[in-house]
């Protein structure tokens, strides 16, 4: 069973900064990649970020060099850096799982509760 728990959300004000963490409780796959989406209210997912088993990592191209993802394997924790957010920011942010990068923006793979960024 695949436990994925979001932390670190809250509000901000434009031009602030927030970090979102993840605890991965357990894996399905040995080389899972790991990573972000957000969704806001009456809009589609988006994917944000994510990171290979290798390390390598990739972005949804509204990012535009703000956010940053990384991971501690020794602690079974993801994060995502958030720096210069924008009102357009505002949503719901996920930890998701899958074993191909971007592909719970399409409902593949498994996901937490997710937490709320809000920018004003």
Request: proline share 2%.
């Amino acid at each position: 069973h695949v436990q994925l728990v979001e932390s670190g959300g809250g509000s901000v004000q434009a031009g602030g900064s927030l970090t979102l963490s993840c605890t991965v409780y357990s894996y399905v796959w040995t080389n899972a990649c790991l990573g972000w989406f957000r969704q806001a209210p009456g809009k589609e997912r988006e994917g944000v970020a994510a990171i290979d088993s290798d390390g390598m990592t990739s972005y949804g191209e509204f990012v535009k060099g703000r956010f940053t993802i990384s991971q501690d394997k020794a602690k079974s924790a993801l994060y995502l850096q958030m720096n210069s957010l924008q009102p357009e920011d505002t949503a719901m942010y996920y930890c998701a799982t899958d074993r191909h990068c971007m592909r719970w923006v399409i409902g593949s793979g498994y996901w937490g509760q997710g937490t709320q960024v809000t920018v004003s």
